[in-house]
């Protein structure tokens, strides 16, 4: 199967499972039946064992099989499996094969508008099995690359990109968080031998499951390379007859690094998130938290979401602290009632102050997990997932979402909220990781989100796990926004932000406007970087307006005014990262979907080892149209600033060709700042 951006082949002889030998650039003309076959020499097998989507040990497989799985009483099962059948549809095919009673099916598709390739398993047996691992089809890697890229990270330090070398023997990552953690997220990039960001051959994966995963990068003896993704591993806990793996989703690009984030950004948009107003545009966010912690006082939050409404926000979000008697963490996670000591007349009276604004209004929950100090807790410690005595994680255990009465009560709650009060955003958060990795786990969440969604289909959500620690297309079929970091440190986002791009696009990606003082960091960073790091993605603030001075107010304004004005084609505009030939400026580049305009975001994350900037050259424009290039934010050259580069006095206009060659040249600037720079095709 293919299309106009990638090829994937899939060969089977003898009625065995098919195995892909061919994944790249789209294919001209029919493959060659043999084409992929290779020599036999001494001290091998008289035959390859094939590379199949789901490789057996029981057919001298060399490496990792694709499946490892027992019967009930224990004994491990080797299938080998046969053809069955195979159901072709609209960019869709389904392979079926069986051995005995177990039944294998693999399900390949392709988007005509995103061009990314979905594959997903499933096993069914006729009889209990428990099974230990199944693979996603399993694809290959390049054989010409030198090293794979995969993500690390921690809390306020998201989206790690890690290089490894391939070398024989295998690269692995088994994720037993139970969560997409901020240490995980569920991808691989494969880049081939010199390929940058805007150029060479990428192939790249991304498995996608919330629940914690497993991937194989494993060079055979033979020099054959295979990628596996999975659930992670042993984490079914009972038997059962079916089980089937979250979609593995594909991207080939010619383009770099760029043309699989695009694909990628693209397809999330577009076929993955379900959007409850897709007609408007995305409203400047503004989030209580850093402002009040646990301190909640109405005539407080009055006072703060009017100076939040006259910065420009357009939807204001009550964080923790508004239940049961939840005046710090210890306590109240699962009693999901007003609290009548800090909301006397209920959330009306700040809701109905919220919209007099103009502002509509969200709301916290935390509903997967609980206080032992709670009233839920006492009546009912059988809901909690793992041992009484477990070490807490944030004074809280997490609830065992597999029980249908805990998805009862929980629906109940949440949604006696959303009925009595006007309310269509919830932040959905999730704070620690689970006593022990269990797939049900994930499942019950997806299920009590799913009924939520259909019972309030105007309710937006966001997927928050301490910052970043659930962000996948799994837990993005079931919500709007992510929040990216728990950290609001501008110089810390713009790392993150740059490095999520490979995956997020702007309309999905929250970024706020920190405190002067982060909280996360202890730095203070001037409200320029703060700002315009914001305005690269969703913007919001979530710092306590009583503390902007005069002027800090009005560059809020500003930017939030031009952010206003753009959000419309930013939020449909590629998000291309930038070769910036300076390693302290991190940049990228904002192209509209009809390539009219772009906005490049290039900011200064540390003193350069040259005295003057070195040009940054562009990406994907027409090299033969002329483009007016304007520098935003000119005023905020500083006085060391001493000479006249030409962006810094007036606009240039220069063809696609010169500014991808030769780039553009920005004024000097301090460590900790950001030029934004407009570009308009003539």
């Known amino acids: 199967m293919g299309d106009a951006c990638q090829s994937l082949v899939l060969l089977a002889e003898n009625n065995e499972l098919p195995q892909i030998v061919y994944w790249g650039a789209p294919l001209i003309g029919e493959y060659p039946a043999g084409a992929h076959r290779m020599d036999v020499t001494g001290g091998m097998l008289d035959r390859n064992p094939d590379l199949s989507i789901c490789p057996e040990a029981a057919r001298s497989f060399p490496g990792q099989a694709g499946l490892r799985a027992r019967s009930q009483d224990g004994a491990i099962l080797l299938p080998r499996f046969g053809f069955e059948g195979a159901e072709e549809g609209e960019n869709t095919l389904t392979l079926s094969y069986r051995d005995g009673g177990l039944r294998y099916v693999a399900t390949f598709g392709i988007n005509p508008r995103t061009h990314v390739l979905t594959a997903q398993a499933s096993v069914v047996s006729d009889r209990p099995i428990h099974l230990d691992w199944l693979a996603a089809p399993v694809f290959p890697a390049p054989q010409l690359a030198d090293e794979m890229i995969d993500f690390s990270g921690r809390w306020i330090g998201e989206f790690r990109m890690q290089r490894h070398p391939w070398r024989a023997g295998i690269h692995a990552r088994d994720n037993r968080t139970g969560r997409t953690g901020h240490e995980h997220f569920p991808a691989i990039l494969l880049p081939g031998r010199g390929a940058t960001n805007t150029g060479g051959e990428v192939w790249a994966l991304h498995y996608g499951w919330s629940g914690g995963h497993g991937m194989v990068a494993e060079e055979l003896p033979d020099g054959r390379r295979q990628i596996q993704f999975g659930h992670a591993p042993q984490t079914e806990h ?347 400026v991190i940049a990228e580049q904002q192209l509209s979907e009809d390539g009219a305009r772009f906005v490049v975001f290039a900011g200064r994350a540390e003193s350069s080892e040259q005295i003057l900037p070195r040009p940054l050259r562009l990406a994907q424009l027409d090299p033969e149209a002329r483009y007016r290039i304007t520098l935003r934010n000119r005023a905020d050259a500083v006085g060391l600033s001493r000479g006249a580069p030409a962006l810094k006095t007036g606009d240039l206009i220069l063809t696609g060709q010169y500014l991808m060659g030769q780039g553009i040249n920005l004024p000097w600037s301090f460590p900790l700042t950001m030029w934004v720079c407009e570009g308009e095709k003539l």
């Open 238 to 584: 009972g038997a059962a007859t079916a089980f089937q793996t979250a979609p593995l989703y594909a991207a080939y690009s010619p383009h770099g690094l760029n043309g699989c984030a695009t694909a990628y950004q693209r397809h999330l948009r577009d076929e993955i998130v379900t959007w409850p107003h897709p007609e408007r545009p995305r409203p400047v966010h503004y989030n209580c938290w850093e402002a009040i912690y646990f301190d909640h006082s109405l005539t407080a939050l009055q006072d703060i979401a009017t100076r939040a409404a006259d910065l420009g926000a357009e939807r204001f979000v009550l964080d923790d602290g508004w239940f049961g008697r939840r005046d710090d963490d210890t306590s109240s996670l699962g009693d999901w009632t007003i609290d009548p000591r800090k909301y006397p007349e209920g959330l009306g009276p700040l809701i109905d102050h919220v919209h007099g604004l103009g502002m509509t209004f969200g709301i916290w929950f935390e509903p997967e997990m609980v206080n032992p100090d709670s009233d839920i807790y006492r009546a009912h410690p059988d809901w909690a997932l793992g041992p009484a005595d477990q070490g807490l994680g944030r004074q809280q255990m997490v609830l065992d979402m597999s029980q249908p009465d805990v998805r009862a009560y929980l629906h109940g709650r949440i949604a006696a909220v959303l009925k009595a009060h006007d309310i269509d955003y919830i932040k959905w958060d999730h704070n620690r990781v689970l006593p022990y990795a269990d797939a049900a786990q994930t499942r019950g969440t997806y299920a009590l989100l799913d009924r939520l969604r259909a019972d309030f289909p105007g309710v937006e959500i966001e997927s928050c796990a301490s910052g970043g620690g659930r962000i996948d297309f799994g837990i993005m079929a079931r919500t709007q926004r992510v929040w990216l970091s728990d950290s609001n440190d501008a110089l810390e986002r713009l790392r993150i932000q740059h490095d999520a791009a490979l995956f997020l696009p702007m309309a999905v990606t929250g970024s706020h406007v920190g405190p002067r003082h982060c909280h996360t960091s202890g730095r203070v960073i001037d409200i320029q970087m703060r700002a315009w790091v914001a305005a690269a993605r969703h913007m919001g603030f979530e710092m306590d307006p009583r503390e902007l001075t005069e002027d800090e107010a009005a560059v809020l304004r500003d930017v939030t005014a031009w952010w206003k004005v753009n959000r419309d084609w930013m939020r449909r505009a590629d998000i291309l990262r930038l070769e910036s030939a300076d390693p302290a």
